[in-house]
């Protein structure tokens, strides 16, 4: 079992960056592959970031890719995302998540969910 909280959200103007973090509880987050996922209002989850257990792969929505960057620190138990050049349409709430597998785009395919932090882009 591992819990899963993240941090970092919060308001930016558009063009801005933030940084999301994701630490883990329970178990060594080095057991897990981690992903990233958001929901904006009235959509469904879609996949951001997904980063294997030795962070040396990674992969990207198109929508993202370029402007997102996922990276993980075992030894911290901690996942990140950086976002950079904000779009309104960034705006979401992010999750974390937990794969005893493999990290994969498809939310079915993870264990472990965090509770989400609200991201929010200002025009």
């Known amino acids: 079992q591992v819990q899963l909280v993240e941090s970092g959200g919060g308001v930016v103007q558009a063009g801005g960056s933030l940084r999301l973090s994701c630490t883990a509880s329970?178990?060594?987050?080095?057991?897990?592959?981690m992903g990233w996922f958001r929901r904006a209002p009235g959509k469904e989850r879609e996949f951001v970031a997904a980063i294997n257990r030795a962070g040396r792969g990674t992969n990207y929505a198109d929508s993202v890719k370029g402007r997102f960057t996922i990276s993980r620190d075992n030894a911290k138990n901690t996942v990140y995302l950086q976002m950079n050049s904000l779009k309104l349409e960034d705006a979401a709430v992010y999750y974390c998540a937990a794969a005893a597998l493999l990290a994969t785009m498809t939310p079915h395919d993870y264990n472990y969910w965090g509770q989400g932090t609200q991201v929010t882009v200002s025009s």
């Open positions: 329970g178990r060594t987050l080095s057991s897990y592959a």
